[in-house]
């Protein structure tokens, strides 16, 4: 599931990146992998560094958790730049074509998620929320 939502939401806003930064990673998937797993890490010794700051001892030990898994983050970020043709360069791109290329995406995503509901053999609808799925 983790990989998933790391795969769509690259895909998302791929059209984005593209525009305004005129390039894409090439190791994303590696990249949003590793992180998901450190950023976890990350936000919940935070938060618990946020409850325990009433007794310093602990808030002490569960930030220095927090700190150094901020550090492994920015590794990871590092090595990963580091590997051979870490980014594509994307000139000139038409703005038209990057919209037609989202909406597809969205197509694509919304198939995908109603051929599954099918398959469980669920009656679909579609509203301003989202796809919902219930049991025949």
Request: charged share 10%.
């Amino acid at each position: 599931a983790t990989l998933g939502v790391s795969l769509f939401a690259s895909l998302f806003t791929a059209p984005v990146i593209w525009m305004v930064f005129g390039q894409f990673p090439t190791y994303f998937l590696l990249t949003n992998l590793l992180l998901t797993i450190v950023s976890f890490i990350t936000v919940l010794s935070g938060f618990v560094t946020l409850c325990l700051l009433w007794y310093s001892p602990l808030a002490a030990l569960t930030g220095w958790i927090c700190q150094k898994s901020i550090w492994l983050m920015v590794c990871i970020c590092e090595w990963v730049i580091s590997l051979p043709s870490p980014l594509i360069e994307v000139r000139d791109v038409d703005p038209l074509a990057l919209l037609l290329l989202a909406g597809q995406l969205m197509l694509v995503v919304a198939c995908v998620v109603w051929v599954k509901g099918k398959k469980r053999g669920e009656e679909g609808t579609f509203d301003s929320k989202g796809i919902h799925f219930q049991k025949k």
